[in-house]
């Protein structure tokens, strides 16, 4: 009793201080981009952007896990290309899927809200380093079609925003249209959480249930897109839900006053698919690739 006690006296004045820190961080760091984006040119603009911001998401995990605020695994994503084009698409449980993305793959292009473009916080950075606006479907499709094409790697959350009906919400069409038209893989990342922090609707400066907060990520599989783009992506969405059955995802957006429904103990079944790796795989170890037809059935290589 009495180190859960001394526990809480540290673990949160801790958290709020390490926000106010990457605030900090971030506040620097705009008038630092600013600067650049008009002293370099476009290209090198972006890899410094890109770059910096990725360090920086990258060390606030290394210390928030230092302080054990955060327990975080993610370096399944080590294992990709940095070189090869594709569609990255993770489900999205919560604010930190994205930093966490970012903090592991530096030449990561992102699709932000115009709002974000605009915020005096972060809109210096998000200009810097090249990440798309969307201010217009059709401009962001164009854009970000023109991105994959030239070799970049785009993440897309297929739900479109955050997960409020788990495993998963319905997924939007556009991720699986941009990767036919632009000929590019999507590469599936599966998030796993034990915390809603920071999900649909929960504020950065709302209290976490618990500290830590646990997160682990882990390639899944990876989809060539073909034929008819409805019936890919209704195979793509069975797939996370077969993925993540069995997950903790399902009381995250519980409300806190409801008992939660007791459920079977199953021991999820992590083993690798047809050759594959799963998210603990060794660095570097490929994850085969699939086919879907037009019913959405998937057509192994």
């Not at 949160?12 to 961080?25: D, E, R, S």
């Not at 019936?231 to 399902?250: I, R």
Request: charged share 25%; glycine share 8%; net charge positive.
């Amino acid at each position: 009793m009495v180190s859960k006690v001394l526990r809480s006296l540290y673990q949160w004045p801790a958290f709020y201080l390490v926000l106010l820190l990457l605030g900090c961080v971030q506040a620097c760091w705009a008038v630092c981009a600013f600067v650049i984006r008009h002293a370099v040119d476009e290209e090198r603009g972006q890899r410094i952007g890109r770059r910096v911001i990725s360090r920086v998401f990258r060390h606030y995990f290394r210390l928030t896990g230092w302080m054990r605020l955060l327990k975080v695994d993610a370096t399944a994503l080590d294992a990709i290309d940095p070189h090869e084009s594709m569609i990255i698409a993770p489900n999205h449980p919560s604010v930190l899927d994205a930093l966490l993305l970012i903090s592991r793959l530096e030449n990561l292009n992102c699709i932000m809200k115009a709002s974000v473009l605009d915020n005096l916080l972060l809109g210096a950075g998000a200009r810097l380093a090249g990440y798309i606006r969307n201010d217009g479907p059709k401009r962001m499709l164009r854009l970000s079609i023109a991105d994959l094409r030239q070799g970049g790697q785009l993440i897309i959350f297929p739900e479109g925003t955050r997960t409020t009906a788990a495993p998963v919400n319905e997924f939007k069409c556009g991720f699986a249209a941009m990767a036919r038209i632009a000929g590019v893989p999507v590469q599936t990342v599966v998030i796993e959480t034990d915390s809603p922090y920071l999900s649909k609707g929960w504020s950065v400066l709302r209290k976490p249930p618990h500290l830590p907060i646990t997160m682990s990520v882990r390639l899944g599989r990876r989809f060539d897109v073909e034929q008819r783009v409805h019936q890919c992506v209704d195979g793509l969405h069975a797939y996370f839900v077969d993925e993540l059955d069995g997950a903790p995802l399902g009381d995250l957006w519980r409300d806190e006053r409801e008992p939660a429904q007791e459920r079977p103990q199953e021991t999820l079944d992590r083993r690798p698919h047809d050759g594959g790796s799963d998210a603990g795989g060794a660095r570097g170890r490929s994850v085969p690739p699939i086919r879907l037809d037009g019913a959405g059935r998937s057509l192994q290589r």
